[in-house]
């Protein structure tokens, strides 16, 4: 596709529920991340792939956190055990290797309320 | 442990003037910079960036200036139109190596109004 595209664009769930939100990159980007931003707060990094090296979790807040990407392409980001703590705007960004952060493009994020 | 900083939440420019944005940073370890400019409901997008080795970089109204002995970049904006109305994200890379790789240490944000 032409951007990033990231769905839903909102989610409500309940404490406790499990959630995943999806991440579409531009064709042919080797990098994806995911960030989150809080309320009043910057982004957050979470987790890097590039390519077919081991992602970087580094940023993940716990265990109940885990990203995946198939084929190189679409990621997944799920949340286990929703708390209140993890409604945030979660933002994906992708870019083509060799062009470092000049040439992020992120999508419009999911809003998740955790309620 | 908030390692870059940006301390005024909100900045009001009157439009053709001067907006300038500061951004201040902890970690010595930081050697590439970037400013990203957000619309509501949209990602951010990149606008310029500077390299640890250079003190200003310039594009067209925008330029950035570093000053490493202080650990603080500022973004200009000269001159200011409404247009440039959004939030404004300083950003770092640990260890770039002077490149633009790797991953971002976001500020929390600036929100840039200005009027006509």
């Known amino acids: 596709g032409a951007g990033v595209s990231q769905s839903p664009s909102n989610k409500v769930t309940e404490k406790g529920k499990d959630v995943e939100l999806r991440c579409d990159p531009i064709?042919?980007?080797?990098?994806l991340y995911w960030y989150r931003q809080s309320l009043g707060q910057g982004l957050e990094f979470l987790i890097y792939f590039q390519g077919n090296s081991a992602p970087d979790k580094s940023g993940l807040p716990s265990d109940r956190f885990s990203a995946e990407r198939t084929g190189g392409s679409v990621s997944t980001l799920t949340i286990q055990r929703t708390q209140q703590e993890d409604s945030a705007v979660y933002l994906c960004?992708?870019?083509?290797?060799?062009?470092?952060?000049?040439?992020?493009?992120f999508g419009s994020g999911t809003r998740l309320t955790v309620v | 442990d908030q390692q870059v900083k940006q301390n005024s939440p909100s900045l009001s420019v009157q439009e053709g003037r001067i907006s300038i944005l500061n951004c201040d940073y902890t970690?010595?370890?930081?050697?590439?910079f970037l400013w990203y400019k957000k619309y509501p409901a949209e990602g951010p997008t990149f606008l310029i960036s500077i390299s640890s080795i250079k003190d200003k970089n310039e594009d067209g109204r925008f330029t950035v200036f570093l000053n490493k002995s202080a650990k603080h970049l500022s973004l200009h904006i000269v001159p200011s139109q409404p247009g440039d109305s959004a939030v404004y994200f300083c950003a770092a890379i640990l260890n770039a190596g002077g490149t633009s790789y790797g991953k971002l240490t976001f500020g929390q944000g600036t929100i840039l109004t200005v009027h006509p």
């Open positions: 960004a992708s870019s083509r290797g060799g062009q470092g952060n000049y040439g992020y493009t």
């Open positions: 970690n010595s370890m930081f050697d590439y």
């Open positions: 064709s042919g980007h080797t990098a």
